[in-house]
């Protein structure tokens, strides 16, 4: 290796290199206490670092609780959220200085024998799991311990204006917070940026670890939303999938959903998904269906004539529209993408005015897709430490992306307007918690590979439910009935997802379905349409695919590898 400075070479790792060097470094600085189960995260870090993408590392020298060089200042204050809580708001200033990244790290010997469960960027893809000690492991926003005994949560409330992952090794916990804007560093200018606040809950020993969890992501929105009934219905997507579909087919569909669920008061939705556009593959205008779905406004008073809930999915950042060449996102590389800028007003507001547009035409619910990829140009499974390809901004180049994110959540919430569900998919939960009434939790499950459902679904599910009513309502995605799913695993997956206390979409081929199929459905329906109790994995510690499940006090065992259901992928 070349004979290059200590600085330089901190500049030109990466995330992962800085964090090795960065860890090891300070971890030679301070003495090593006793070993931890529990990390005390609500008080100033042990060192703190900011980094610039062209210049070297700036270790911040601290004064008390505050840290400060070269013109940046960071702020630790503890707060007090409660009578008996607290957490560590992160505050930055930088009038001269471009920002890339804020590294947070607290030195402690971590206990042995600790199984740590991170949460993902996105949507989880099967994913999620508890695992033992890795120091490179990225946990995005929030991740807990257990012991055996007691589980702890650990992360960042939920809107933070940074994007934030951790870090555990056996030396101590570390805080990354993305501050760029783009792939570019941000310039704040004078403001002061709030960053975040850390939240930190010690579990309690008569807790399970979920019931620890499901308590700490409780502590982590102070501002959910939650649907005023539960959400059900179907969705065209899974066994069509944006073709040979028509509005004909989708009052089809709203006819045997509205069939039934029966004399439910809370009635089900009828969701149309990609494929009512006018260009193909989910690019805008939004405001004209194709030559199948002639009349959108009209589609929604028939279905509602029926006996349903009209519901739309749009891709709001998409556009083939003339005109809006200038409003574009420029990124290296990307070409003629059509991807708008959210950062520019004008683009807000064209969201904004989408959106109002479909509730307009009648639609209750609006299903909004693909944002994260088309602004980070990767999907969650590939973010890792560094998000986004370097080298493009925004337009505004004094916003950080996590506020960016932000901005153009809330401009879908204000063209929706308050009673209208949004649903977020492939979303930040994080940043849509308070803004979405569903997140999509994990990625596609599908109508025609059983292996992709129970891998996403039952993993999502598993993992994420524990955001159920704590950040929104979350959504583990649908049940694809169709010829090519073995009926005795779909069944299993119906009826879980019925119990679980979570929404429930079936998307049903009409060849697929007989007696059999229709009655369990009217059951699903049924237990889906009134609040429930959350569903429990009972082995999530042992497996990424949990069996048995705790449904309102009873034990259910589902058999996810059945002789069907193993393939040679």
């Not at 090891?24 to 870090?45: C, G, N, V």
């Not at 700036?58 to 707060?79: P, R």
């Not at 957490?87 to 199984?115: E, F």
């Not at 695919?545 to 589902?558: A, D, F, K, L, N």
């Amino acid at each position: 290796m070349p004979n290059v400075s200590r600085r330089r070479f901190l500049a030109a790792s990466g995330v992962a290199g800085i964090s090795a060097l960065a860890g090891a470094s300070e971890a030679t600085a301070f003495a090593k206490p006793a070993p931890q189960s529990f990390f005390d995260l609500i008080r100033p870090p042990d060192a703190v670092t900011t980094y610039e993408a062209k210049t070297p590392a700036v270790l911040l020298k601290s004064s008390g609780s505050v840290w400060a060089a070269e013109g940046i200042t960071l702020q630790t204050d503890v707060v007090a959220t409660s009578a008996a809580a607290t957490q560590l708001k992160v505050a930055i200033s930088a009038p001269t200085q471009p920002l890339s990244r804020v590294h947070l790290r607290w030195q402690m010997r971590v206990a042995s024998g600790l199984r740590f469960l991170g949460d993902q960027w996105e949507r989880a893809y099967g994913d999620l799991e508890w695992r033992g000690l890795t120091g490179e492991r990225v946990m995005p926003w929030y991740f807990l311990t257990t012991d055996g005994r007691r589980t702890h949560g650990y992360g960042v409330a939920t809107s933070p204006n940074a994007m934030a992952f951790w870090r555990v090794d056996n030396a101590g916990v570390s805080l990354w917070l993305d501050v760029r804007n783009g792939g570019s560093p941000v310039v704040l200018g004078e403001r002061t940026l709030d960053l975040c606040q850390v939240v930190t809950r010690k579990g309690r020993q008569n807790e399970s670890p979920w019931q620890s969890a499901r308590n700490f992501c409780a502590g982590l929105c102070r501002n959910p939303r939650v649907p005023k009934e539960p959400i059900y219905g179907g969705n065209n997507w899974y066994y069509a999938y944006g073709e040979n579909c028509s509005a004909q087919d989708i009052e089809r569909d709203a006819t045997l959903a509205a069939e039934l669920s029966g004399v439910q008061s809370n009635r089900p939705f009828q969701v149309i998904d990609e494929g009512w556009e006018l260009v193909s593959w989910g690019a805008g205008p939004w405001r004209y269906g194709n030559r199948r779905f002639p009349d959108m406004p009209g589609l929604a008073s028939r279905l509602k004539a029926i006996g349903v809930r009209p519901g739309i999915w749009m891709r709001p950042l998409l556009s083939r529209e003339r005109g809006l060449e200038s409003w574009t996102l420029k990124k290296p590389g990307a070409g003629d993408e059509g991807v708008l800028d959210p950062t520019i007003p004008e683009v807000r507001e064209h969201i904004r005015g989408d959106v109002a547009g479909l509730v307009a035409w009648g639609y209750e619910l609006v299903k909004h897709d693909f944002s994260t990829s088309d602004i980070f140009g990767r999907w969650g499974r590939g973010m890792g430490a560094s998000l986004t390809d370097n080298g493009w901004a925004f337009r505004d180049r004094s916003r950080t992306t996590a506020e960016v994110v932000q901005d153009f959540y809330r401009a879908i919430r204000e063209g929706a307007g308050e009673h209208t569900v949004v649903i977020g998919c492939n979303t930040i939960g994080h940043l849509g918690a308070g803004i979405f009434d569903l997140q999509r939790v994990g990625d596609d499950t599908s109508g025609k590979e059983w292996d992709r459902t129970r891998r996403m679904g039952v993993n999502a599910l598993a993992f994420r439910g524990v955001q159920n009513g704590a950040f929104f309502a979350t959504d583990a995605d649908c049940v694809g009935i169709t010829s090519d799913i073995p009926w005795d695993l779909n069944k299993q997956w119906l009826d879980l997802l019925s119990r679980s206390g979570t929404p429930l979409f079936v998307s049903a081929a009409p060849d697929a379905l007989g007696n059999e199929q229709h009655k369990a459905i009217r059951e699903a329906f049924a237990r889906a349409a009134v609040r429930r109790p959350l569903a429990e994995p009972l082995d999530w510690l042992q497996t990424t695919t949990p069996e048995r499940w705790r449904c309102e006090g009873e034990t259910v065992t589902y058999d996810w590898y059945g002789a069907t259901g193993v393939t040679a992928d």
